[in-house]
């Protein structure tokens, strides 16, 4: 009798949780619907060009962001060269480190989310993975002359 019992709480609890989660979910993007921001992630998982509308309204298409990890590999030789670039260039670029709390809450207002490391946006343009410094360069300076 008493393992029914239980078995009856149990059920109760979970349709309780199941409900609150519910109406919690529903609230929040009620909210972030009535502030504007309800774009939906844009998960980076090939290199292209992002649609330049969806690029704009993520407030990212005049920006250089970097993302990587510490356990990324090829972010240990990419990294590197791209904070010699943006000496050379004396440009200003964004690096988040995805293994850091505080950097992916930093990230998330820009609506986008990485599936590889390193994964480099020049503006609009995603770049994933190694490629050699002076690709990165020549990319990077066509992007920073036509922002002038």
């Known amino acids: 009798m008493s393992k029914n019992i239980s078995i009856i ?11 609150v989660g ?9 909210n972030s619907n009535q502030n504007g921001n309800n774009l939906a992630v844009l998960v980076l998982d090939k290199e292209e060009i992002i649609d330049l ?13 970097i993302l990587e990890s510490k356990y990324c590999g ?3 030789v990419v990294i590197p060269a791209l904070k010699q670039i943006e000496q050379e260039l004396s440009a ?4 988040f480190d995805l293994s850091k709390k505080e950097d992916t809450e930093k990230l998330k207002k820009f609506k986008i989310w990485p599936k590889y490391t390193p994964t480099v946006l020049i503006g609009c343009k995603i770049l994933i993975g190694d490629h050699q410094k002076d690709e990165y360069k020549q990319i990077i300076e066509n992007f920073l002359q036509n922002e002038q």
């Not at 709480?9 to 409900?19: P, T």
């Not at 519910?22 to 009620?30: E, L, P, T």
């Not at 509308?53 to 962001?65: E, L, M, P, V």
């Open 53 to 65: 509308d969806a690029c704009a309204a993520r407030n990212f298409s005049n920006k250089i962001i």
């Open 9 to 19: 709480f149990i059920i109760g609890v979970v349709i309780a949780a199941v409900i």
């Open 92 to 95: 200003e670029f964004f690096f």
């Open 22 to 30: 519910y109406f919690v979910y529903a609230n929040q993007n009620s």
């Open 74 to 76: 090829a972010c240990k």
